[in-house]
């Protein structure tokens, strides 16, 4: 895009326009393992790191959708403007951040809770 008419539209209403008109993510994202894979060369080796995250919040598995940079850094597509140096802490935040998506249970039989069920709309 012409940086003039970037310019334009970022200073006027139609750039509310355009965003809202960008395909949007789901509402909800599948439970299960976030996967995130790095590799490099070194001295003629390649080295590839698979990091995988299953992630469960009281009990349950969600679909947090993490991923390490090569740095080591954590970072989480629900909170695309932060680095967190552990998945723990991603998950921290999450809770933090979407809390009526964690709600409070009082524990139950299988330490998780809940008792079964999922609402499916964990991030």
Do not use: W
């Not at 080591?72 to 998506?101: K, M, R, T």
């Amino acid at each position: 895009m012409d940086p003039q008419a970037l310019a334009n539209v970022a200073t006027s209403d139609k750039l509310g326009g355009y965003l809202s008109s960008l395909p949007k993510l789901p509402a909800t994202h599948h439970a299960g393992p976030a996967t995130t894979v790095r590799t490099t060369v070194h001295r003629d080796h390649q080295i590839v790191v698979t990091t995988r995250y299953e992630i469960t919040v009281d009990g349950l598995p969600i679909g947090a959708h993490l991923g390490v940079d090569s740095n080591g850094q954590v970072h989480c597509h629900a909170l695309p403007a932060y680095q967190f140096p552990s998945a723990l802490g991603a998950v921290s935040a999450l809770i933090d951040n979407y809390p009526e998506e964690f709600p409070a249970h009082p524990p139950g039989p299988g330490g998780g809770g809940h008792g079964g069920g999922h609402d499916g709309g964990r991030h």
